[in-house]
């Protein structure tokens, strides 16, 4: 997409909410973003928190302006994604960790563990 000059929006879902979640220790995985995309969290047993409600209300926001405008997402919070300009690894949006809906990162502290030499993959941002 960046060398079709196609704007990209990257993020890490990394929210750990419990009535998704299958196992207590799985925390965020493959497709469990999905839930909270469609709002369906809420089909789910057990506690619902209120970051779990905002940060679905807030991924559907963008998921809604994305469809209705693709390059509209700057505007709204979340900067283009351009890692090939970036020794941090681009900007890409963080959805849930550290008790926030959304934080911007530097791609390095998401993928950099694959071509930092010595960096170490966090597995529970």
């Not at 929006?9 to 220790?25: H, V």
């Not at 909270?36 to 928190?49: D, K, R, V, W």
Request: with cysteine.
């Amino acid at each position: 997409r960046n060398e079709a000059n196609l704007a990209t929006y990257r993020y890490e879902w990394a929210g750990n909410f419990s009535n998704i979640a299958p196992l207590w220790w799985l925390g965020a995985y493959h497709y469990s973003d999905l839930y909270m995309f469609f709002g369906s969290y809420l089909i789910a047993p057990g506690e619902i928190t209120d970051l779990e409600v905002k940060t679905s209300e807030k991924m559907q926001d963008y998921f809604l302006d994305f469809i209705t405008d693709p390059s509209s997402l700057s505007s709204k919070g979340w900067p283009e994604y351009l890692a090939t300009n970036s020794t941090t690894g681009g900007t890409l949006i963080q959805f849930g960790a550290d008790e926030q809906v959304e934080q911007l990162v530097d791609g390095n502290s998401v993928e950099g563990a694959c071509h930092i030499a010595g960096d170490v993959y966090n597995t529970s941002p």
